[in-house]
T-cell receptor
Framework: NAGVTQTPKFQVLKTGQSMTLQCAQD?????MSWYRQDPGMGLRLIHY???????DQGEVPNGYNVSRSTTEDFPLRLLSAAPSQTSVYFC????????????FGEGSRLTVL | GQNIDQPTEMTATEGAIVQINCTYQ??????LFWYQQHAGEAPTFLSY????GLEEKGRFSSFLSRSKGYSYLLLKELQMKDSASYLC?????????????FGTGTQLKVEL
């Protein structure tokens, strides 16, 4: 059971470039989300989805796009990378409100020069 | 909105007990979570409280007081491997059952 898989694990971009962080889960979870983690800032929610075809903004959505065409996949797109988007990105999925537990991917470290 | 406060750093001795506090202010509350994150790794789920009281799970316990907006994570018989960041997170009433807002984390260092 792979759980939540993120790719790539490391990426270096130049300012203005675009890229997509991939996230896939094999647990049939309805809920998927993207967080970024910066020193002293904790985990901040970028976008989330409660099911295929449904997405919503989190706390820090500017500069990022998402889509949810299938239950399994939730890609995060950086439209025009900026140095302020240098961060570690985590994808997380969950199923249901009973426990609310989130399962995290291993993270993607992005550096924007 | 939600505001979550927890200490930035704590140090404790191997074999001892440590309590990590978390206070929160939220417009709607539907559960408090604790996660553990080792350096360079993903967060992993530790505990969940939605009702007042203590939840015990092995060496780890978590307490919640909804009226005080307060929770703590209690770690007993500390081991070196418990050195990690401990994240307090709150679930609100919107965004489905898994939308969590995290605090900035408490970095725990366990010393000999």
């Amino acid at each position: 059971n792979a759980g939540v898989t993120q790719t790539p694990k490391f990426q270096v971009l130049k300012t203005g470039q675009s890229m997509t962080l991939q996230c896939a889960q094999d647990m049939n979870h309805e809920y998927m989300s993207w967080y970024r983690q910066d020193p002293g800032m904790g985990l901040r929610l970028i976008h989330y989805s409660v099911g295929a075809g449904i997405t919503d903004q989190g706390e820090v959505p500017n500069g990022y796009n998402v889509s949810r065409s299938t239950t399994e996949d939730f890609p995060l797109r950086l439209l025009s990378a900026a140095p302020s988007q240098t961060s570690v990105y985590f994808c997380a999925s969950g199923q249901g409100a009973i426990t609310g537990e989130l399962f995290f991917g291993e993270g993607s470290r992005l550096t924007v020069l | 909105g939600q505001n979550i406060d927890q200490p930035t750093e704590m140090t404790a001795t191997e074999g001892a007990i440590v309590q990590i506090n978390c206070t929160y202010q939220t417009s709607g509350f539907n559960g408090l979570f604790w996660y553990q994150q080792h350096a360079g790794e993903a967060p992993t789920f530790l505990s969940y409280n939605v009702l007042d009281g203590l939840e015990e799970k092995g060496r780890f316990s978590s307490f919640l007081s909804r009226s005080k907006g307060y929770s703590y994570l209690l770690l007993k018989e500390l081991q070196m491997k418990d050195s990690a960041s401990y994240l307090c997170a709150v679930r609100g009433l919107t965004g489905g059952g898994n939308k969590l807002t995290f605090g900035t984390g408490t970095q725990l260092k366990v010393e000999l």
